[in-house]
């Protein structure tokens, strides 16, 4: 296949894929520091015993994780003129 061919919508074992020359894409990359694997243990150990459904839980803990993140755990490397 061509490298300029769009396929559109399409998906493979573990992401959705979206291919399409009308729209922009980005992927966001985050440090292994910026959200400690003790706050992601404490959050899914309270999300299991709330009593929602599990799609509302996804939902929960998407947006939580976000929360975390905005808080600037780790290192913040690029915050610094030399890494950046």
């Keep these: 296949m ?5 396929q559109g919508g399409y998906g493979r074992c573990y ?10 894409q980005s992927i ?5 520091d910026s959200l400690p694997l003790s706050i992601i243990n404490l959050l899914n150990e309270g999300l299991a015993l709330s009593p929602y459904p599990e799609d509302a ?5 998407r947006k939580r994780i976000e929360q975390y993140l905005d808080n600037g755990y ?7 003129p030399q890494v950046a």
């Design 74 to 80: 780790g290192c913040s490397a690029l915050k610094h």
């Design 28 to 32: 966001t990359i985050r440090l292994a």
């Design 57 to 61: 839980k996804s939902r929960k803990r």
């Design 15 to 24: 992401l959705p894929h979206y291919d399409t020359a009308e729209k922009y």
């Design 2 to 6: 061509s490298p300029f061919t769009h």
